[in-house]
């Protein structure tokens, strides 16, 4: 069982990425999956949630109009792509799976990958 996120770099302000968040050994159409970034010095901050089954999304104040959440099923993978992104998106970014979770909180996601680290710098 594998869950990893990946598709970080840098990018200058302005710019666009989209993260996936590729499963290995379980099928992510029944989760409800979040993202997830820390930023140094930071606490955990939730982004965006991808219920399960309905497929439903909610999106946070910091991702709100600039960040997307998608599923694509048959790749078995979870995008979020990132818009218009600023030097105070500089984190690593985090997937996450919860068979429970209607809100991106990370108390209620029992599954983690290791991250990918997004820099907005010119």
């Known amino acids: 069982v594998q869950l990893q996120a990946s598709g970080g770099g840098l990018v200058q302000p302005g710019g666009s990425l989209r993260l996936s968040c590729d499963a290995s050994?379980?099928?992510?159409?029944?989760?409800?999956i979040g993202w997830f970034r820390q930023a140094p010095g930071k606490e955990r901050e939730g982004l965006s949630l991808?219920?399960?089954?309905?497929?439903?999304?909610y999106y946070t104040e910091s991702a709100k109009g600039r960040f997307t959440i998608s599923r694509d099923g048959a790749k078995n993978t979870v995008y979020l792509q990132m818009r218009n992104l600023k030097p105070e998106d500089t984190a690593i970014y985090y997937c996450?799976?919860?068979?429970?979770?209607?809100?991106?909180?990370?108390?209620?996601?029992?599954?983690w990958g290791p991250g990918t680290q997004v820099t907005v710098s010119s």
């Open positions: 050994g379980f099928t992510l159409d029944y989760l409800s």
């Open positions: 996450a799976t919860s068979n429970r979770a209607v809100l991106p909180i990370a108390d209620e996601f029992d599954y």
């Open positions: 991808i219920t399960k089954n309905s497929g439903g999304t």
